[in-house]
């Protein structure tokens, strides 16, 4: 007796749907995409139960005649390979086998009617089984109609989640279908999520056009566009569009980061690895961007045929569209300079109003002031104390008090003038100018007004203020100045007279010494000094007067994290993150009007300062009516 038979088609197709439909959200998918194809201008979705029990798609596409229709519910029938070749698939959905498999574990009704034709046809396929086209009233398009989905294989709904994490997930593939199409119109309805109505957008999917920039503000939030850059670039068949934010408005987890492949949203390793390297030293490694990027080429040189559910593709040539993401991504960020997230300064007032919500406020009972300290811990404390003859703010208000307290400031502690200037000469040249007030408070960070706490640089520009970290603006330049450096001729090292002898772990001494040559090129000179130490001879010439034992542990500590198999740029801009932490201006440090001056200018001259290396924001912007607000004056 044999024991191989051939399987009922019915458990054929059931076998079918558990590749192709997972969940509710993957017929979602489906039946949204060959919408889509149709040549749909507005999409319409409702779902039930978190579509277990209901997901009802319309659509305003071309429709189908009654012998499309028939064949639309049978295996590996399709429209979407007019040559039947597999490598030139111009459309969302190909294989054949999305509405035969939803319809084998659901019950199906398809409702539709082409333009020219004078009234609609239905068909109902039950667990199945189907019936005949009918008659039916419609209009022009598509209604596609799933009810009890997973109905004739129970032990599928056992593994759904809960009607709102579904809810969610169905809200989620629109999204991604939504910002991959701005021109359709897309709305959303059901239980357990917020219904939305998108209108269709001005503007090609290939993310040209202000119609792109129009519904991304609407997916993935209204700040979006006031903190994102433009990307456009193209190399060897691959042209790359879309817009990426900025490095200081970011998430805790990878969700509103959008891929879309010849129109196609995908979650793909290889790009999200491309955005990574983009976002190398500029975002913290717990956080991720918020972009869509838009890649089109030659259907011949990617393949879509990777996966069941069409969510991963495959390049030809991965190397060289990583290389394409990578490198438009830093030039976009080159080209945005000191910008920073425009959410910083409305976090901020959040945070102010809630601290001055905590001390009443403007009740019912009146006004309760807040605790007020002593005239001397408030000077010692708040912003450095001006001299004694000052008798406050008689003539020329915030401004000339700032400078007032300035003539009293000293040097740093150590005697030394601090060099923000001299790594770039634009940035020199602007700030050695005897600009009025009005000219420095133009500037784009304006014109220091006050060290806070010896840590911050208050900045009055013409319509707001300026809060800077001067040690997170300073290690950022110091860190672009050293890459500058290395890139051009080299870091400039300097000998030291007596060799710093560093005790280490013999693990980091071994790293130390393997990587010798790579440091060499950093400006740190070694060799190893016994088995538990190393022997520093030379080092960058911006940090000999640094501490120059913790630069050594830190640069062990930055090989230690990332890896001996770690790529030499990878490692290189890591040491230098650390090296750049040690050579910037300290917290604690007090600085004359002169050198705070001196940061903002090279601030604004210098690429990628709005966050220092580890992803934080170097300043925070308050613009005057914000200010006013705080206070009650609008």
């Known amino acids: 007796m044999s024991v191989i038979r051939r399987l009922d088609p019915v458990l054929i197709d059931r076998i079918a749907a558990g590749e192709v439909v997972e969940r509710p959200a993957s017929a979602v998918k489906e039946l949204v995409e060959n919408a889509i194809d149709a040549g749909a201008r507005s999409i319409a979705v409702e779902i039930g139960d978190g579509g277990r029990r209901l997901i009802r ?133 059901g239980e357990h999520l917020t219904d939305f109505t998108w209108p269709a957008e001005e503007g090609d999917r290939d993310g040209n056009g202000n119609g792109l920039t129009r519904r991304l503000g609407r997916v993935l939030g209204r700040d979006f566009p006031d903190n994102a850059i433009a990307v456009d670039a193209a190399r060897e068949g691959f042209a790359l569009a879309g817009m990426i934010g900025l490095p200081t408005y970011h998430r805790g987890n990878g969700a509103q980061i959008h891929f879309v492949v010849n129109g196609r949203p995908v979650r793909d390793k290889l790009l999200l690895s491309a ?34 559910a069409k969510t991963e593709v495959r390049f030809r040539e991965p190397g060289l569209i990583r290389s394409l993401i990578v490198s438009a991504i830093r030039d976009a960020l080159a080209r945005a300079g000191h910008r920073a997230a425009t959410t910083g300064g409305t976090e901020m007032l959040g945070a102010m109003r809630a601290h001055v919500g905590g001390y009443g406020g ?50 740093g502690a150590d005697g030394r003038q601090v060099d923000v200037v001299g790594s770039n000469p634009e940035a020199g040249e602007r700030a050695g100018e005897d600009a009025g007030e009005p000219a420095r408070e133009a500037y784009p960070l304006g014109a220091a007004r006050a060290q806070l706490h010896e840590t911050y640089i208050v900045a009055q520009t013409r319509d707001g203020i300026v809060i800077v970290d001067q040690h997170a603006a300073h290690e950022r330049l110091v860190y ?155």
């Open 57 to 189: 798609v319309t659509d305003d596409g071309r429709g189908m005649d009654a012998g499309d229709l028939v064949l639309a519910v049978e295996r590996h029938a399709t429209s979407k390979l007019p040559e039947g070749n597999l490598s030139d698939i111009r459309t969302l959905g190909f294989r054949g086998e999305a509405l035969p498999s939803i319809a084998a574990v659901s019950r199906l009704s398809i409702t539709t009617r082409r333009a020219d034709a004078p009234s609609g046809l239905m068909l109902q396929v039950d667990a199945g089984t189907r019936g005949e086209p009918r008659p039916a009233s419609a209009m022009p398009g598509t209604r596609i109609e799933v009810a009890d989905l997973f109905m004739a294989t129970p032990a599928r709904l056992k593994f759904l989640k809960s009607d709102r994490a579904e809810a969610q997930a169905v809200a989620e593939v629109v999204r991604r279908l939504a910002v991959a199409h701005p021109q359709i119109r897309f709305s959303l309805t």
């Open 275 to 308: 955005v990574r390297g983009g976002y190398a030293d500029v975002m913290a490694s717990d956080r991720h961007p918020v972009l869509a990027l838009f890649i089109t080429c030659d259907p011949a040189i990617v393949d879509v045929n990777v996966h069941p």
């Open 362 to 411: 403007y009740g019912a009972r009146g006004f309760t002031p807040p605790p007020r300290p002593s005239r001397d811990a408030a000077l010692a404390d708040s912003w450095q104390a001006p001299h004694e003859g000052f008798q406050g703010y008689e003539a020329g208000g915030f401004a000339e008090a700032g400078q007032a307290a300035f003539e009293a400031f000293a040097p």
């Open 480 to 634: 672009e100045r050293l890459k500058r450096e290395r890139a051009q001729s080299g870091i400039a090292r300097q000998l030291l007279l007596i060799p710093e002898i560093v005790e280490l772990d013999p693990l980091d001494v071994a790293r130390l010494g393997d990587a010798g040559e790579a440091l060499a090129q950093l400006g740190l000179v070694l060799e190893p000094f016994g088995p538990d130490a190393v022997a520093l001879r030379e080092v960058p010439a911006a940090l000999a007067e640094g501490d120059l034992a913790a630069l050594v542990r830190d640069v062990a500590d930055a090989l230690a994290e990332t890896g001996e198999a770690a790529p030499l740029t990878r490692r290189l801009d890591a040491v230098l993150s650390r090296i750049s932490c040690h050579g910037s201006i300290r917290a604690g440090r007090r600085l004359r009007p002169q050198e705070m001056d001196a940061l903002l200018r090279e601030m604004e001259a210098t690429p990628l300062s709005g966050q220092c290396n580890h992803g934080r924001p170097t300043y925070v912007a308050l613009k005057r009516s914000d200010i006013e607000r705080l206070f009650g004056r609008r």
